[in-house]
C-alpha cells in the first residue's frame, strides 16, 4: 500500500475532478503491474496497473488507495469488472469510494465475484493523499493549502518588502514541487503588484505543469492569463480544481484564515531573525487565545537545507 | 563524561564567578564518586567527588568537564593536587581551563605526578555546559540567553496583550527550570508595569533558587527588589552573574538583539495562528536580508507537549 500511496502522489493536482488514485498488483511477491490515475483522470490507476501486468494478474493481489469504481462511463470500463475479469484472487483497499456512483458498490460486485476484499489499510495516509477529492465530496470546495515562508520571528519580508532570499534554494524547490500539486494557485493584489509572479513550476522534468493562476481582488476585474476572484469563498466553483494553493500575501492569507478556508499550512521557515519586517499575517478574527487552540495538528515535519518544513492540518470533526 | 556533564548542569547559574563544573571518579567499571560545583563555587566538582570516593579512589580514572585547578585559594586546595594525593591513576577532561591561574597547569602538575591526562573529551558539550564562565572569560560579560515564546507566526500575545496561555503548561514548566539555571532574569519597562513579575522558580524542589531581578529601563531608577540598568550593556559589571535570561517583551528582546548581545535563543512555539496580534520583535537594526543569515545554528530541538522548543546559538567565530 506504501508503493500505492507514493504512486497516487504522481498525480495529485492533475486528476480533478477524479481523485489520485494508486494502484499496484503483487504476484508471488513480486510487483507486475503499477498504475496512477492519468492526466485529466483516466485511465484510472486500477486499469493502468492490470495492463502492465497482463496475465500475471490472475491469482495475483492487488492494491489499492480507493475503492475501485462500480459505473461505466463511456471513458472507460468500471474498475471492478476489470479486476474480475483478470482473476486478481485479492483486493486490499485503504479508503471507501465516497462517489454515490460506487460508495460500497464497487467492494460489493468483487466480493460476489469470489474475491476476498480487504478494507481500511492506511486509510489515514490515503485520505491525505486525496484530501482534494474528499474535500471537494464533503465541502463542495477544493482544499486549501496555505504556503508561508517566515524567519524564526515570523517575518514574510523586510520593511521594504523585499524578501529575496529568507529560505535556501532546497526550501525553494520544495515549494516549486508543492505547486505542482495543485490545479490552482492563488495570490492577492499586492503579490501580483509587486512581482507579476509566473507562479510556474520550475523544476527539472515538472516544466509542463502551468497551475491555473486565480488573483483575489475586489477591484481589478480582467487580467489576461489569470482568473480574477473577489472573495475567498469564490474558489469553491472553480472548474477542475481539487487543490488551491495560497502564496501570498499577508492580506490574502489572513481572509483565507479569517473565513476559516485553510485545510493545511506548509510553513517554511529559515533561522534568522528579521525584527521590524512585514508579517506573515494580519487580523484573522480572533477574539480570545483560547480560540486558537486545538485547530491544528502537526503532520509532517522536515529540514530543507538549513530550513525546516512543517506541515499542520485543520483539525476538523468532520475529518 | 556524559554523567559529568549532567552533573555540571545542576550548578548552572549558582556558581558565578566560578565555573560549574561536573567531576566522575569511575573504579573498575564502577562509579565510586561523583560531584559537581556547590552554590557561591566550594567546594569544587573533584573535591566533592574525592571525598565520597574515599580510599576507592586509589587506582581510579577521574572524569572532569574542565581542567582541575592548579591554584591555591584560602576557600580550599588546588584540585590537581587532591587528585594527586588520592592516588587516581588516569584524568579525563573536556576543556583546558581559560583561567590564567590555571591553563594548563593543573595538567602540566598531574602529568608530572605520573599521572595519565586525555584531553578534549566532548570538549563542545563543556563549552555549551559553561558557557557563562567562558563567555565571562572571553568577553567580559554574562552568557545571554533570549527567551521566546510565540505562535507559529511570531506573535507573543493578542493585540489587548494577553498572553495567557499561548504555550501550554509543559513548555511553561520548562521555562521554569531554564530560569533555575541564570543567576539574573531581565524584563523591560512593558513586562514590569504590566505583570510586576516575580520570576521566581516555581518547580518543585527548585522554589529556593531565587535569580537576581533586572529591570531595563532608561526613566526609572530605584525599584526596591531590582537591579535596574539603563542600556543593554550594562549586564557586564553585574556582580556574581555568568548567565543572564532575558524574558520580555520585544523592546527588550529587539534591543539586546540590535546590541548583538544574545548569546542563545530559547523559541518556545505554540501550535496556534493569532494574526494581528503583538509580534515578538522590533526593528533590531537590520539593513538587508544577507545580514541575517548564518548567525544562528540550531542546537536543540524538543517537542513540549503540543509545543515545540528550539534552541539556537549565535555563530561566532571566536567560539
Known sequence: ????????????????????????????????????????????????????????????????????????????????????EAGVSRVVVALEDPDIRTAGRGFARIETAGIAVTRGVRADEAKRSMAGFLTRQALGRPHVTLKLATSLDGCIAMPDGSSRWITGP????????????????????????????????????????????????????????????????????????????????????????????????LLYRAPILIGGGKHSLRDIGLTDLTEAHGRWAIVDARQLGSDRLEVYERERNEA
Open 170 to 265: 532546497q526550501a525553494r524547490a520544495h515549494a516549486h514541487l508543492e505547486r505542482s500539486r495543485h490545479e490552482a494557485i492563488l495570490v492577492g493584489r499586492g503579490t501580483y503588484d509587486a512581482d507579476a509572479p509566473r507562479l510556474d513550476v520550475r523544476l527539472p522534468g515538472l516544466e509542463e505543469r502551468r497551475p491555473m493562476r486565480v488573483l483575489l481582488s475586489s477591484t481589478v476585474r480582467d487580467v489576461p492569463g489569470w482568473t480574477v476572484i473577489a472573495a475567498p469563498q469564490d474558489i469553491a466553483p472553480l472548474p477542475n480544481v481539487d487543490h488551491i494553493l495560497i502564496e501570498g500575501g499577508a492580506a490574502v492569507a489572513s481572509a483565507f484564515l479569517a473565513a476559516d478556508l485553510v485545510d493545511r499550512l
Open 1 to 84: 500500500m506504501g508503493t500505492a500511496l507514493a504512486l497516487a502522489e504522481r498525480s495529485r493536482g492533475r486528476t480533478a475532478p477524479n481523485p489520485n488514485v494508486g494502484c499496484v498488483i503483487v504476484r508471488d511477491g513480486r510487483v507486475v503491474g503499477r498504475g496512477w490515475t492519468q492526466a485529466g483522470g483516466r485511465p484510472h490507476a486500477e486499469a493502468m496497473a492490470l495492463a502492465e501486468a497482463g496475465a500475471k494478474a490472475r491469482g495475483a493481489t492487488a492494491y489499492a488507495t480507493l475503492e475501485p469504481c462500480a459505473h461505466q462511463s463511456p471513458r472507460g470500463p468500471a474498475c471492478s469488472d476489470l479486476l474480475i
